[in-house]
């Protein structure tokens, strides 16, 4: 996995990346690779991302804080790319110590991540209300009017807390008021949640606030290996998504070097992952998406539904015409499969090869996919109970068919295959 770093003595920054519309499982796969790495940093996104992991028959969803936690010999970072709301961020904490995890010991973070005011989240329902029939389906955590103002130059960043906060958090909480009124929203409440948003900002300043794109860059000289956790997927990229139905970062490998301050040259492996079939939260085009009983019966069976808002997800057959876009963009060297055993008992799987409109055939991601029908081809499925199998020798054939399509229709290896929620249902290949 860190061959290049071994060979050269210096270190390597590996990412793990979600390539549809997120929801794939990283956080598990994450905790799988820490013993790998000696650091974890987050690089992108906010609490509208919710990484899910579960053993020793305990359950955690992790929304801000790297999914590398758990391990006590690591450092995990949460860098200058992510949005970080203080009340969030203190509850998920406080539940982590309570569990006996020792978190000021094993995170850092930046001081130019920037902050999610009780403010950014009334203008996130503000601004949705405002596009009416157009709405774009956000989380409602203020995650857009937040990346909105780094753009703008108008911010609040971690680093502000440490001096000359209280005037600086007033005039900004002014600037969000004086526009909730000019859009004539004014029927909101923030008192209680304001009381305990800054009750996070004091706990915040008990971790250490630090310039991590130094440090990170002072460990990879010391040899050190960097694992950069994703957030969301590319189909969901402020550049390269389905936009406008995107999030507010950037979520590919070219996020990692700007979330994190590292270098291109840096990169080592880029680990793909998605899942056996599409699945999609909110509003947006969605070619492969199932209205049918078979829809709903993958969206029982996998437990498709958001980690953060619990609403359902939209599901769908794979989709070849985003994965391979996803695999350009980003520079995939290996692919993860998950949820491979949410398919057992179909006797057929289909697999989205092309998108079809108007009578035009494309294999390659099209401006805009409103509209598209997606073009099928049928495989024969596996009528047996993957989530007992421990090692590839006891896959089915046909399911080992399923994953020799993939690869040879995507050109890139599948590496590990996921068979069930617990991190010992992990498969290398």
Request: some cysteine.
């Amino acid at each position: 996995m860190n061959s290049t770093a071994n060979k050269t003595h210096r270190g390597q920054v590996d990412a793990l990346l979600g390539i549809v519309f997120g929801d794939e499982g990283k956080g598990k796969v994450v905790d799988v690779f820490t013993p790998h790495y000696d650091v974890v940093a987050r690089f992108a996104g906010g609490p509208n991302a919710g990484h899910t992991i579960i053993f020793d028959g305990k359950k955690f969803v992790l929304r801000s804080i790297p999914s590398g936690i758990f391990d006590e010999g690591k450092l995990n970072i949460i860098g200058n790319g992510c949005v970080i709301a203080p009340d969030l961020f203190m509850d998920e904490a406080r539940e982590l110590e309570s569990n006996g995890y020792d978190l000021r010991s094993r995170l850092h973070i930046s001081n130019r991540a920037h902050l999610i005011l009780p403010t950014h989240r009334v203008l996130d329902r503000a601004y949705e209300a405002a596009k009416g029939k157009n709405k774009v389906g956000t989380t409602g955590k203020g995650i857009g009017p937040t990346y909105s103002e780094k753009a703008s130059r108008t911010g609040l960043r971690v680093g502000d807390i440490m001096e000359g906060f209280e005037a600086k958090y007033a005039a900004l909480k002014a600037r969000h008021e004086q526009i909730l009124a000019d859009l004539n929203y004014t029927d909101y409440d923030i008192t209680e949640e304001e009381k305990r948003w800054l009750q996070g900002i004091d706990y915040l300043r008990q971790f250490v606030i630090t310039d991590t794109a130094t440090e990170i860059n002072r460990m990879l000289e010391q040899g050190k290996n960097v694992l950069a956790e994703g957030a969301q997927g590319t189909m969901l990229d402020i550049d390269h998504g389905t936009y406008p139905f995107v999030s507010s970062s950037s979520t590919t490998t070219g996020g990692v070097c700007t979330g994190l301050g590292v270098a291109p040259n840096r990169i080592g492996e880029i680990f793909g992952i998605f899942k056996a079939y599409s699945t999609r939260v909110g509003s947006g085009p969605f070619p492969v998406e199932l209205f049918d009983e078979t829809g709903d019966l993958i969206r029982e069976v996998g437990h498709e539904y958001g980690a953060v808002t619990g609403r359902n997800r939209r599901c769908g057959w794979v989709d070849l015409v985003a994965l391979k876009y996803a695999i350009m963009i980003n520079g995939v060297t290996q692919l993860i499969m998950m949820k491979g055993d949410v398919l057992d008992g179909f006797k057929t799987i289909r697999a989205c090869i092309a998108y079809e409109k108007d009578g035009e055939r494309v294999t390659d991601m099209p401006f805009d996919t409103e509209g598209w029908e997606p073009v099928y081809r049928d495989l024969p499925g596996w009528d047996q109970n993957l989530s007992s199998m421990t090692s590839k020798e006891e896959f089915p054939q046909t399911f080992k068919d399923y994953i020799a399509f993939l690869e040879s229709e995507l050109a890139t290896p599948i590496t590990i295959v996921s068979v069930g929620p617990d991190r010992e249902q992990t498969i290398r290949m």
